[in-house]
């Protein structure tokens, strides 16, 4: 099965290409929860970028207010990890296309 991406117009949102991308990906998999709870490592396998970048993205579409990250512990050594879309822009999950 093909990822689903959002087609955004990036200047109207002022997205870099790889902000852009993870937005999307993040947004397809939030959509019928409200938000994912993708590991780092499946994000970047999924989109073939490196782990650090994926940090700097997801810093971006924070301070942006794209997106908000809430993280927990569970039992004594894991946790967990939610990333909600602002529901600003849920809205541009209706408009999810397979590319």
Known sequence: ????YVKLIMSD???SLQENAVFSYVLSLAQ???FCYATN???CDSLSIKDR???RVFASL???EFITRVTKSVGN???QRKIYINPKYR???DTLSVT
């Not at 099965?1 to 689903?4: F, G, R």
């Open 1 to 4: 099965m093909k990822a689903k």
């Open 13 to 15: 949102y002022n997205l």
């Open 32 to 34: 019928k929860t409200g």
């Open 41 to 43: 490592k499946h994000i």
């Open 53 to 55: 970048t994926l940090y």
């Open 62 to 64: 924070e301070a942006k």
């Open 77 to 79: 050594d894991g946790k």
């Open 91 to 93: 809205s541009l999950g």
